[in-house]
Each structure stands twice: as structure tokens, then as C-alpha cells.
């Protein structure tokens, strides 16, 4: 548990500055709480009670002002000076705030706490003796002061002055200052003051990775401090969501210890908040208490591992060749875990569920149960005790990040779909033992590049249900809000300009760097119109045209990995699609045909916020869409076998597609692989183009997608590229759409020419639509669904395990 500097303690600010020095640097709330403190101990000091005065007026609390020259101990009264001060007092407001103004705010607050923390009723009694109690002041700045008078009249002010709004205003949270922007652990917030560490730690964790927003514990042992937010806060929305656990009272911090062990589902809080005046029990027992449940949950989780990963340690020699043998027909017992947080994955688990259960085995999934809580290692530890899985497949993760947890004795896959840093570097390579797999669209790269094991990876692109994604026709009722002649789906609607330049700025890159992006940049957007751009060819390719051209590329092979991977990709794919989204906007503006645009931030597009409808949800609702549009794009330059074409063909919709060069590398890499053979050429050969015209023509098709360059008169292909052909020929050119599609070269279009003539041609012949629809769907349900990808990867699994 973290326990930050929320903001430095009140009265430390003053220690060695005099009073006049505060003064001057008009430090009035430090000066306040030393000054007072003083006259506590000397009432009949004049000067002092003059400062007091001026600090309490310059910050408008006139009526307190007037009672520092009042004080029965002093003798200011018949000063001329003081007499002019007290009359220009007088003509301007106390600065004291009605706790009547304030009642209607404290019931309906009331009411709406009392439905959300029923055990709040029982200090109802507490709360309404607020108002005779306390006094409740408000400074110029918009602070909020509660105070009471002692017995000799004297005002102390509780739990002091000082500037709130300013303190919580500068407190950067926890999990902020730890990167941690997607997702964090619960808050604990401790003696609150008018909620303001309540609301700033509720808003700061409420916008993180889709619905996630961490759990907050609220702990009051003083009733009071809640009677007064109920009191003055216009806003208790952080109050009773349900994300909420209020404690009240002196038995609190007991309460939030038996709370957290009755939930040990529930992670502990990590990060706690305090305003620098809780001191003493407080500010020392929350913490050690959740010090203590925290050790407590993580012995019970260690004997539980333990207890499984002896289990799986005694398990006799052959059992896994025996049982994946035995489960042919069905029977294994598969577990997966993802999260709720995401969207793609969070489906592509869902479908993966369902096709492991029609093929006859138990599959069950960990994700987390609401949007408050993340799935914990007491989670993990219990579903494999309970569930004593044959088969672990998580998608994106490796084995190693769960080491802690998941035994090394039961096989387990990774399904490798996105680019991650953690998943593309030799360590994760290294770190597979002899039952980790793993299943990518790609394997030479992996293998290659990151040391992967060759032998455990199984070559797999995109999968689709078609059941989800059925081609049974909907009612109109789902189809008419999505009739349209062009449909296209996609979250990628960030302008390309606004992403180079955030991009530059992340990066941190020097002034060379920074050249170097924008010069990358330059190159992507000269020829987009192109039938394949640059924004299609490698990275390799245009960092080494950019050295050649302004002399300057990045120092390291990491360096040049990152520029790869955060920049070049996604920004040339932003520049791909959209491209030739205008320019199917401009045939739209042009002929009155009707374009609906689906995905996030496309209504804040300045070319494409027309057409924006929203995001659209997987499964039925974008089943609809596939159906409803008369023409649906794909446009993905790093290959159209990708999710969105599968289950949009799955669902009987009918696609255009903008042509991108691993589309058509199938018949150049046959004629390339063919012709080095004969010839005996080996990879990283030069060879005479004039002398080898087939090598020389089949690497000049392939040049966007290989790593080298062009030299004039001179052919080669470097060992990388050359694996990756071969990986491409072994795997029957399963993301190669060309070599997928019969009907590809009828569907695709490499220019705005090209497209406008297809978009004529079928938007005049309904029939034509569906009958190219209809066979691209056989050539997908017969080569691309979840049920084919499981059966697979269990043959696969079943031949390689012992």
C-alpha cells in the first residue's frame, strides 16, 4: 500500500518564516493557524490581532476579521485606524453561510445516502445538531470553513484554515504518478473534508479503460465530517455510487478489515489518501490494517497454488498424450481467462467458448465479475482448484505472466492477435517451457526475431462464429436503422495530422527524431492515392529510404522497433483507411448515395463526421449492419483476412475491398519460391537481374512487403523475408486474400477510378451482390471458423505433448 504526500502539512509551511514574511508573500492560511496559535497563548497582543485581521479580510472572511479587533483582552477599540478598518468590515458580508440556505441540499442528499448506506440513518440525530453546533464560513477563493466556539467564546476552527480546493487541485493520484492509466487498484480515502478527496480520487478513476472504475473505501471515524458533506456538497453522486464502501464512525478501520476478509475476491485498497491533518491512530492503523488482511488473503492464496501445483506435479508420465488422446470426441476440461474491459477480445473468448463446448469439452472462463473489481490471484488459485483444467488458452498473455499462479505442469496456449510489446521481444521467446504453445498469423517473425520455440507454434489468422454471425436474414425492424448503400466499421478515426504530432510528443524524441517522424510522415501521405502506397510497405523499407534520404535513422534495433510499432504502423494504417474512406465520401457527396460510418470519435471528424452513427455493438447489431449496407468496405492495410470481413461474409453481407499488397502475394511468392529452387539461388544471394528475370520480376511484385529496398540491376532476398514467404506457403496462404477468394480480384480496388466503377457495377445488381457473397461465405465457413481453429489446435497440442 502506497500512501502519498497528498499536500504538505498546514502548519510545517510556516516554521522559520516570520509573520510578516507570510504577510508579504501573502501566505494567509499558513499565517492564520500559526498567528492563532499564538494568540491563544497571549489575547492581548495588538499587533498580532492587526496581521489576524488583514489575513482574515484578504480572504473575505470579514465577519471573523471583525472579532480579531473585538477581543475583550485588547485594547484596539478607540484607535483612529482601527475604527476606519472596522467600518469598511462592516459594509461587506461576513463571509458566514446560512446552514438554513442549506437544507433542502441536506435532505435530499440524505435521502439519496440513506438508500445507498442504510447504516447512515442511525447519526441522523448527529447531523441535525449540526447547525447549532458549528458555524460554517466561505472565503473569497471558494473554500469552505467550519468552526465552534469553546466556552470562553473563543472561535477554533476545525480541523483548521487552509486552502482545500488548492491542496486536492495539485494532488496528482497514485495511480497516476505510477502509469497506471488503464486500470489501478481500490483507494482508500481517510477523514475526508467536505468530500473534496472523495470526488477527486472518484472523478481522476472514472474514466479509465471502458467501464472499469476502480472500488473506493471512505473511511469517517468522525460522523461530523459526513453530516457536513451531506450538508454542503451539491454533488454526492461519488458518495453513493456503487462502487462506493462507506464506514462511519470509531470502529471503522475494524469495519473495513472485516469487510475486506469476508471479500477475498476483492484486491485490497492499494493506494490511500489523507489530508496532511490526520494524525496519530489514524493515520497509523488504516494501513497496518490493510497491511494485515493483505498477508492473510496471500498465505491463504500460496497454500491453495501449492496445494495445485503439487496436484499437476504428480501427475504419472504419458497422462497428457493419454488424455488428449482420449479427448477426440470431447472431455477436456479448457480454461480461459480475459476481461471485460475489451471488446475484440472479449468476443473472440466468447466465440472460442462456444466452439470448444459444441465439440464436446468443459471450458470455463475467469473475467472479472463487475466493473469495480479486477480478477485477483485468489480468483486464479480457486478456479484451479476447483476446475483442474487440461487446457489453459488466454489470448495476448503468455504462461510467464501468471507464474505465480498458473503450475508449469498443465499445457497452455497463447493466442497471439495483437503486436504487444510484451509479446514481441526475445525474452517472452525464451521464456516457454515444454507445455506452452502458442497460435499467431505469422510464425517466422516470432520464431526469427523474438525466439520463440518453432516446433510449439500453430500458424492461424482470424476466426468467426457463424452462429453469432449467421446469414439468416433479420426482420427489418433490426435492418432498417442501418440501411445504407456504404457501411464502414472502425475505431481508427483519429486524424492522421493530430496523431503524428501526439506521437512526437510521447515519443520524446530529440530535434533529429522528431525530423525523422516528420520526414516518415511526409512519405506516407505523398502517393496515398496510390493502388499500393507507402503507407503498405515495411517499416524496414521506409526507415531505410528516410536514412537515404535525410540521414538520419534510429541508433538501436529497439529504437527502431518502437518507431516501427507505435508510430509507423498505426499511423499508416489511419492514413490507409482513410484515404479511401474520402474516397468513398466524395462518390457518396457526388451521386446522393447514403454512407454510414460506425466506431468511435468519427463524429469529431472534420471530413467524415456526416456520416458517423455511432459505435455498434458485436454480434446482432453489427450482423445487422453486414446485412442492412448494400456495399460494406474493408479496408486494412496489413491484409483484409481480418475479423470484420470474416464475420461480415459470415452474416451474408457483401464487401468491397482496398487492395493492400499481402493480398496478392501469393502468386509472386510461388513463381519466387519456384525459381529460386531451380536456379539454387539461397537467401541473402545477390543476383544479376539481367540474368535471373523471374527471381528479378517476382521481388520486384513483392517489394512493398519485404524489408530491403530496391538496387538497381541487382535482385536478393534476405533469409527473414525468405522464411516468411515460406511460412506463407506452408501455411496454404491462409491470410493471403487473394489466394482465399476466388471472386478477390472482382471485389478489390487499388484507386478512386477503380473503385467508382465497381461501386457502379454493384449497387446497379442486387443479384450479382449476393451471388459473390454466397461463394466468399462457403470459402469462409470452410476455412475460418472458431469450431476448425479448436479442432486444430487439440490435434496440434495432442501430437506434440507427451
Known sequence: MTCPPTAPVVEARGEGLSLEELSRRQDHYTLLNVALSRQAADPTDAALALLICRSYSALGLAGPAREALNGPALSLAGRSEVQEILRQLATVPTGRVSWRSLQSRFEANSTRTHRRHPHVRQFDPLFCEIPRRLEL?????????????????RRTWIPGLFDLNGMVAKIELPHQAKGETLYCQPYLVVSDHFGALLRRVYRGTSKMLLNFAPRIYLLEPDPTALGLLLYTSDDVDALCHERTTLLVGPGCVAELASILEEHPERAPPEYLVRLPTVRGPMAEDVPEAVREVAAVQADRSRAVIERVRDQYMRLPGGHWRRRFDEAAGGGLRVLSMTSRFTTVLQYAVRDLKAA????????????????????????MAGMLDAFQPDLIVVIDHLRGEYAHCIPPKVPYVCWIQDQLPHLMRPEAGRSHGPLDFYVAPELSQFVRTYEYPPDRGMSWTMATNEEVYSAAPLPESRLSPHRCDFS??????????????????????????????????????????ERHPPCCRSAMQLLAQAREEIGIAPSTTRLMDQVARRYLHPIAELIFRQQALAWV??????TGRALHVYGTGWESHPRFARYARGVVSNGQVLRAVYQASRINLQIIGSGAVHQRLLDGLAAGGFFLIRSCPIDVLNDPSERLLSAMRLAGAAPGDWLDEARSPQIA?????????????????????????????????????????????????????????????????????????????????????????????????????RARVE
Open 356 to 379: 470448444f463446448e459444441a465439440l464436446g469439452h468443459r471450458f470455463e472462463l475467469l473475467i472479472e465479475p463487475n466493473d469495480h473489481d479486477l480478477i485477483t490471484t485468489w480468483d
Open 585 to 590: 465520401a466524395d462518390y457518396c457527396d457526388q
Open 697 to 797: 520480376a517476382a521481388l520486384s511484385e513483392l517489394r512493398p512487403i519485404l524489408t530491403e529496398p530496391a538496387v538497381p540491376g541487382r535482385a536478393r532476398i534476405t533469409a527473414g523475408d525468405f522464411a516468411s514467404l515460406e511460412a506463407h506457403a506452408a501455411d496454404g496462404y491462409r491470410r493471403v486474400a487473394r489466394a482465399v477468394f476466388d471472386r478477390y480480384d472482382d471485389v478489390s480496388f487499388g484507386g478512386t477510378a477503380e473503385f467508382r466503377r465497381l461501386a457502379d457495377r454493384f449497387l446497379a445488381s442486387d443479384e450479382e451482390r449476393a451471388r459473390i457473397s454466397a461463394e466468399m461465405r462457403r470459402q469462409v465457413l470452410a476455412r475460418f471458423t472458431f469450431k476448425a481453429l479448436v479442432r486444430d489446435l487439440v490435434e496440434f497440442i
Open 488 to 529: 464502414f466499421v472502425s475505431n481508427q478515426s483519429a486524424l492522421p495530422e493530430e496523431f503524428h504530432a501526439r506521437l512526437r510528443c510521447q515519443m520524446e524524441a530529440t530535434p533529429r527524431g522528431q525530423q525523422l517522424l516528420d520526414h516518415l510522415f511526409d512519405m506516407l501521405r505523398a502517393g496515398a492515392d
Open 137 to 153: 464560513f466561505q472565503s473569497s477563493d471558494g473554500n469552505l470553513h467550519v468552526s465552534q466556539r469553546g466556552d470562553d467564546g
